[in-house]
Protein backbone atom coordinates (compact mmCIF):
# COMPACT_ATOMS: atom_id res chain seq x y z
CA UNK A 1 0.00 0.00 0.00
CA UNK A 2 1.00 3.42 -0.57
CA UNK A 3 0.79 6.73 1.78
CA UNK A 4 1.35 9.98 0.49
CA UNK A 5 2.56 12.72 3.68
CA UNK A 6 1.36 16.21 3.47
CA UNK A 7 2.70 19.07 5.77
CA UNK A 8 2.62 22.43 6.39
CA UNK A 9 5.99 23.71 7.32
CA UNK A 10 4.59 27.07 8.70
CA UNK A 11 2.35 25.39 10.89
CA UNK A 12 3.10 25.19 15.07
CA UNK A 13 6.37 25.99 15.79
CA UNK A 14 8.37 23.82 12.36
CA UNK A 15 8.06 20.36 14.81
CA UNK A 16 7.51 18.50 11.72
CA UNK A 17 10.34 19.21 9.82
CA UNK A 18 12.86 18.29 12.53
CA UNK A 19 10.90 14.48 12.68
CA UNK A 20 10.56 14.26 8.96
CA UNK A 21 12.88 10.85 9.23
CA UNK A 22 10.98 9.70 12.16
CA UNK A 23 7.86 9.85 10.31
CA UNK A 24 8.66 8.18 7.21
CA UNK A 25 10.31 5.41 9.44
CA UNK A 26 7.04 5.08 11.30
CA UNK A 27 4.41 5.03 8.40
CA UNK A 28 6.23 2.52 6.74
CA UNK A 29 5.48 0.18 9.37
CA UNK A 30 2.29 0.11 7.78
CA UNK A 31 2.98 1.46 4.06
CA UNK A 32 5.41 -0.32 1.66
CA UNK A 33 5.66 3.74 0.07
CA UNK A 34 5.86 6.61 2.01
CA UNK A 35 5.53 9.78 -0.02
CA UNK A 36 6.25 13.06 1.74
CA UNK A 37 5.50 16.61 0.64
CA UNK A 38 6.07 19.98 1.90
CA UNK A 39 3.17 22.22 0.70
CA UNK A 40 4.05 25.85 -0.54
CA UNK A 41 0.90 27.44 0.08
CA UNK A 42 -3.05 26.69 0.87
CA UNK A 43 -3.85 26.20 -3.11
CA UNK A 44 -0.73 23.83 -3.24
CA UNK A 45 -2.27 21.69 0.12
CA UNK A 46 -5.81 21.54 -1.44
CA UNK A 47 -4.52 20.34 -4.67
CA UNK A 48 -1.91 17.84 -3.83
CA UNK A 49 -4.14 16.28 -1.84
CA UNK A 50 -7.11 16.37 -4.40
CA UNK A 51 -4.16 14.34 -6.89
CA UNK A 52 -3.06 12.60 -3.91
CA UNK A 53 -6.75 11.09 -3.31
CA UNK A 54 -6.58 9.12 -6.69
CA UNK A 55 -3.28 7.95 -6.67
CA UNK A 56 -2.66 6.51 -3.20
CA UNK A 57 -4.49 4.42 -0.43
CA UNK A 58 -4.08 7.03 2.46
CA UNK A 59 -3.08 10.47 2.87
CA UNK A 60 -0.99 11.17 6.19
CA UNK A 61 -0.94 15.28 6.86
CA UNK A 62 0.14 17.49 9.09
CA UNK A 63 -1.11 20.93 10.48
CA UNK A 64 -3.29 22.81 12.11
CA UNK A 65 -7.36 22.63 11.99
CA UNK A 66 -7.29 24.72 8.46
CA UNK A 67 -5.06 22.59 7.01
CA UNK A 68 -7.23 20.31 7.52
CA UNK A 69 -9.96 21.72 6.07
CA UNK A 70 -7.99 22.08 3.21
CA UNK A 71 -7.28 18.69 2.47
CA UNK A 72 -11.55 18.39 3.49
CA UNK A 73 -11.72 20.56 0.24
CA UNK A 74 -9.13 18.80 -1.72
CA UNK A 75 -10.49 15.21 -1.00
CA UNK A 76 -14.42 16.42 -2.02
CA UNK A 77 -16.55 13.08 -2.32
CA UNK A 78 -13.56 10.33 -2.43
CA UNK A 79 -13.42 8.26 0.17
CA UNK A 80 -9.96 7.98 0.71
CA UNK A 81 -8.28 6.88 4.00
CA UNK A 82 -6.90 9.73 6.05
CA UNK A 83 -4.43 10.22 9.13
CA UNK A 84 -3.70 13.27 10.79
CA UNK A 85 -1.05 14.46 12.91
CA UNK A 86 -1.92 17.37 14.50
CA UNK A 87 0.63 20.77 14.30
CA UNK A 88 -1.41 23.57 14.69
CA UNK A 89 -1.99 26.22 17.27
CA UNK A 90 -5.31 25.23 18.75
CA UNK A 91 -5.83 21.60 17.33
CA UNK A 92 -9.56 21.27 17.98
CA UNK A 93 -10.00 18.41 15.82
CA UNK A 94 -7.86 16.67 17.31
CA UNK A 95 -9.32 17.23 21.03
CA UNK A 96 -13.03 16.51 19.90
CA UNK A 97 -11.57 13.29 18.41
CA UNK A 98 -9.25 12.15 21.31
CA UNK A 99 -5.97 12.19 19.19
CA UNK A 100 -2.89 13.06 21.00
CA UNK A 101 -1.04 16.60 20.04
CA UNK A 102 1.84 14.90 19.69
CA UNK A 103 3.92 13.18 17.02
CA UNK A 104 4.47 9.26 18.53
CA UNK A 105 1.04 9.30 20.34
CA UNK A 106 -0.38 10.50 16.98
CA UNK A 107 1.22 8.12 14.74
CA UNK A 108 0.59 5.23 17.03
CA UNK A 109 -3.19 6.01 16.35
CA UNK A 110 -2.62 5.95 12.70
CA UNK A 111 -0.39 2.74 13.13
CA UNK A 112 -2.92 1.05 15.92
CA UNK A 113 -5.94 2.74 16.16
CA UNK A 114 -9.07 1.88 13.93
CA UNK A 115 -10.44 3.73 11.00
CA UNK A 116 -13.48 5.86 11.44
CA UNK A 117 -16.05 7.12 9.05
CA UNK A 118 -17.50 10.64 10.15
CA UNK A 119 -19.55 12.96 9.37
CA UNK A 120 -18.43 16.32 7.66
CA UNK A 121 -20.74 19.67 6.59
CA UNK A 122 -21.10 20.63 3.18
CA UNK A 123 -21.84 24.65 2.68
CA UNK A 124 -24.01 26.03 0.28
CA UNK A 125 -23.40 22.63 -1.88
CA UNK A 126 -19.27 23.50 -2.61
CA UNK A 127 -17.41 23.67 0.84
CA UNK A 128 -16.84 21.54 3.24
CA UNK A 129 -16.25 21.92 7.01
CA UNK A 130 -14.78 19.25 9.82
CA UNK A 131 -15.85 20.63 13.20
CA UNK A 132 -17.09 24.56 13.15
CA UNK A 133 -18.87 26.64 10.93
CA UNK A 134 -19.07 30.20 12.89
CA UNK A 135 -19.67 34.03 12.10
CA UNK A 136 -19.68 36.88 14.51
CA UNK A 137 -17.99 37.94 17.77
CA UNK A 138 -14.38 36.93 17.84
CA UNK A 139 -14.08 34.35 14.85
CA UNK A 140 -12.28 37.00 12.58
CA UNK A 141 -9.22 35.94 15.27
CA UNK A 142 -8.81 32.66 14.30
CA UNK A 143 -7.96 33.51 10.31
CA UNK A 144 -6.45 37.42 10.93
CA UNK A 145 -3.96 36.13 13.79
CA UNK A 146 -0.50 36.73 12.27
CA UNK A 147 1.44 33.26 12.08
CA UNK A 148 4.44 34.93 13.63
CA UNK A 149 2.33 35.89 16.76
CA UNK A 150 0.83 32.58 17.24
CA UNK A 151 4.45 30.97 16.50
CA UNK A 152 5.50 33.03 19.49
CA UNK A 153 2.39 32.75 22.04
CA UNK A 154 0.71 30.02 21.10
CA UNK A 155 -3.00 29.83 21.53
CA UNK A 156 -2.39 33.26 23.56
CA UNK A 157 -2.18 35.04 19.95
CA UNK A 158 -6.02 34.50 19.48
CA UNK A 159 -6.69 36.06 22.93
CA UNK A 160 -4.04 39.07 21.95
CA UNK A 161 -6.00 39.58 18.98
CA UNK A 162 -9.36 39.65 20.15
CA UNK A 163 -8.34 42.50 22.88
CA UNK A 164 -6.76 44.35 19.85
CA UNK A 165 -9.52 44.17 17.36
CA UNK A 166 -12.65 42.67 18.18
CA UNK A 167 -13.94 43.74 21.78
CA UNK A 168 -16.60 45.65 20.04
CA UNK A 169 -19.41 42.99 19.23
CA UNK A 170 -21.04 43.49 15.95
CA UNK A 171 -25.20 42.73 16.13
CA UNK A 172 -26.22 41.11 13.08
CA UNK A 173 -29.67 39.64 12.38
CA UNK A 174 -29.83 35.79 11.82
CA UNK A 175 -32.53 33.45 10.72
CA UNK A 176 -32.53 30.16 11.33
CA UNK A 177 -34.36 27.02 9.49
CA UNK A 178 -33.79 24.00 10.74
CA UNK A 179 -33.99 21.44 13.52
CA UNK A 180 -37.77 21.59 13.89
CA UNK A 181 -37.94 25.52 14.27
CA UNK A 182 -37.95 28.56 12.35
CA UNK A 183 -35.90 31.76 14.74
CA UNK A 184 -35.48 35.29 13.68
CA UNK A 185 -33.57 37.36 15.81
CA UNK A 186 -30.38 39.48 16.22
CA UNK A 187 -27.14 37.78 17.18
CA UNK A 188 -23.66 38.36 18.06
CA UNK A 189 -22.15 34.91 17.69
CA UNK A 190 -23.27 31.73 15.68
CA UNK A 191 -21.78 28.62 16.28
CA UNK A 192 -22.14 25.41 14.15
CA UNK A 193 -20.13 22.74 15.29
CA UNK A 194 -19.70 19.32 14.56
CA UNK A 195 -17.10 18.95 17.16
CA UNK A 196 -16.55 18.66 20.86
CA UNK A 197 -13.87 21.87 21.32
CA UNK A 198 -14.01 25.09 20.30
CA UNK A 199 -10.81 27.15 20.04
CA UNK A 200 -9.68 25.35 22.88
CA UNK A 201 -12.99 25.17 25.03
CA UNK A 202 -15.00 21.89 25.37
CA UNK A 203 -18.28 23.94 24.29
CA UNK A 204 -20.11 21.56 22.40
CA UNK A 205 -18.71 18.50 24.88
CA UNK A 206 -21.88 16.01 24.43
CA UNK A 207 -21.40 16.30 20.77
CA UNK A 208 -20.43 13.30 18.00
CA UNK A 209 -18.68 13.17 14.74
CA UNK A 210 -20.80 10.31 13.70
CA UNK A 211 -24.29 10.85 15.10
CA UNK A 212 -25.76 12.49 11.88
CA UNK A 213 -26.32 15.84 13.38
CA UNK A 214 -24.76 19.19 14.32
CA UNK A 215 -25.61 21.79 17.32
CA UNK A 216 -25.91 24.78 16.82
CA UNK A 217 -25.64 27.84 19.31
CA UNK A 218 -26.79 31.15 18.71
CA UNK A 219 -25.93 34.29 21.18
CA UNK A 220 -29.25 36.51 21.11
CA UNK A 221 -29.21 40.56 21.48
CA UNK A 222 -30.61 43.18 20.98
CA UNK A 223 -30.22 45.78 17.59
CA UNK A 224 -28.91 48.42 19.87
CA UNK A 225 -27.51 46.98 23.37
CA UNK A 226 -27.03 49.31 26.86
CA UNK A 227 -23.81 48.66 28.66
CA UNK A 228 -24.94 46.14 30.90
CA UNK A 229 -26.74 44.16 27.82
CA UNK A 230 -23.12 44.43 26.37
CA UNK A 231 -21.67 42.70 29.32
CA UNK A 232 -24.53 40.32 28.91
CA UNK A 233 -23.07 38.87 25.74
CA UNK A 234 -19.82 38.71 27.18
CA UNK A 235 -21.40 36.64 29.92
CA UNK A 236 -23.64 34.32 27.69
CA UNK A 237 -20.51 33.47 25.09
CA UNK A 238 -17.90 32.67 28.14
CA UNK A 239 -21.17 30.21 29.90
CA UNK A 240 -21.09 28.64 26.86
CA UNK A 241 -17.81 28.06 25.67
CA UNK A 242 -16.76 27.21 29.32
CA UNK A 243 -19.12 25.35 30.23
CA UNK A 244 -22.24 24.73 27.62
CA UNK A 245 -23.72 26.88 29.64
CA UNK A 246 -27.72 27.40 28.86
CA UNK A 247 -29.54 31.28 29.32
CA UNK A 248 -32.91 32.69 27.85
CA UNK A 249 -29.97 34.61 25.48
CA UNK A 250 -28.31 31.27 24.66
CA UNK A 251 -30.44 29.31 21.61
CA UNK A 252 -29.19 25.82 20.41
CA UNK A 253 -30.62 24.08 17.93
CA UNK A 254 -29.53 19.91 16.73
CA UNK A 255 -30.40 18.88 13.61
CA UNK A 256 -29.17 17.28 10.04
CA UNK A 257 -29.74 20.50 8.03
CA UNK A 258 -30.10 24.33 8.44
CA UNK A 259 -30.73 27.38 6.11
CA UNK A 260 -29.49 30.54 7.89
CA UNK A 261 -30.13 33.73 6.41
CA UNK A 262 -27.77 37.25 7.58
CA UNK A 263 -26.29 40.23 6.00
CA UNK A 264 -24.44 39.50 3.29
CA UNK A 265 -21.20 40.74 4.61
CA UNK A 266 -21.09 38.56 7.47
CA UNK A 267 -18.39 36.45 7.26
CA UNK A 268 -18.10 32.94 7.98
CA UNK A 269 -15.12 31.20 10.04
CA UNK A 270 -14.90 27.29 8.18
CA UNK A 271 -12.57 25.27 10.43
CA UNK A 272 -10.37 28.39 11.42
CA UNK A 273 -10.41 29.70 7.35
CA UNK A 274 -12.45 32.51 5.71
CA UNK A 275 -14.94 31.34 4.31
CA UNK A 276 -18.02 32.65 2.39
CA UNK A 277 -20.25 35.55 3.25
CA UNK A 278 -23.88 36.27 3.91
CA UNK A 279 -26.30 33.40 4.01
CA UNK A 280 -25.47 29.73 4.71
CA UNK A 281 -26.83 26.29 4.29
CA UNK A 282 -25.25 23.46 6.09
CA UNK A 283 -26.31 19.81 5.26
CA UNK A 284 -24.62 16.70 7.26
CA UNK A 285 -22.86 14.09 5.09
CA UNK A 286 -23.02 11.08 7.68
CA UNK A 287 -20.29 8.99 7.49
CA UNK A 288 -18.48 10.83 4.99
CA UNK A 289 -14.79 10.77 5.41
CA UNK A 290 -12.47 8.00 6.87
CA UNK A 291 -10.19 9.09 9.50
CA UNK A 292 -7.60 6.72 12.21
CA UNK A 293 -8.82 7.65 15.07
CA UNK A 294 -7.75 6.54 18.86
CA UNK A 295 -9.13 2.55 18.88
CA UNK A 296 -10.82 2.64 22.12
CA UNK A 297 -12.27 6.04 21.54
CA UNK A 298 -16.21 6.95 21.97
CA UNK A 299 -16.59 9.56 18.35
Same mark, same amino acid.
Given at each position: ?? &????? !????????????? @????????????? $???????????? *???????????? %???? @??????? !???????? *??????????????????? @????? #? !??????? $??????? +??????RLNGERYAVY?? %?????????????????????????? $? +? $???? *??????????????????? &????????????????? #???????? &??????? %?????? #??? #???????????? %??????????? !??????GSHFTIATEE?????????????????? *?????????????????
Amino acid at each position: MK &CLFLY !NPNSGKRRIEKKL @SYISARLSERYAQ $VDIAATKSAEDM *EARAREGADRYD %AIIF @SGGDGTF !NLVLQGIG *ERRVQLGYIPGGTTNDTAR @SLGIP #R !NIRGALN $VILKGRS +EALDVMRLNGERYAVYIA %AAGAFTHATYATSPALKKKLGILAYA $V +E $VLLH *EMKLRVFPVRVNGGGSVTE &CDGVLLLAMNGRSVAGF #RANAAGSM &CDGKIEL %ALIRQV #RRP #RFWQRMGAYGSI %AAMMLAEGKGK !NILRFSGSHFTIATEEDVVWDLDGEEGMRGDLTI *EVLPRHMKLFVPRKKKI
